[in-house]
Nanobody
């Protein structure tokens, strides 16, 4: 059974940093992308950053220059380094793994709160 487990969330002051990790258990075949999404209270879940199996990355404009996604290697682990955090980054962050077959796996999320 495949499971994605996020970790690294927490409370941080504005301007601070956090590093999120997503580890997979079980075997996922033919991964073509890994990514991070977030959902703030009362809002939809949106993509934050993604990385393909070839190493290409993409980011939502609001986090460019502040967040860095890495990993997506054979160990099926992906990270999100978040710097210069802002209160508007507060959300539950979810890890997603996509395959060439069109299957998507999701973690249960980790809460990031940016507040003074």
């Amino acid at each position: 059974q495949v499971q994605l487990v996020e970790s690294g969330g927490g409370l941080v002051q504005p301007g601070g940093s956090l590093r999120l990790s997503c580890a997979t258990s079980g075997t996922i075949f033919s991964i073509n992308s890994m990514g991070w999404y977030r959902q703030a209270p009362g809002k939809e879940r949106d993509m934050v950053a993604g990385i393909t199996s070839s190493g290409s990355t993409n980011y939502v404009d609001s986090v460019k220059g502040r967040f860095t996604i890495s990993g997506g290697d054979a160990k099926n682990t992906v990270y999100l380094q978040m710097n210069s955090l802002k209160p508007e980054d507060t959300a539950v962050y979810y890890c997603r793994v996509g395959t060439y077959y069109g299957t998507a796996y999701w973690g249960k999320g980790t809460l990031v709160t940016v507040s003074s």
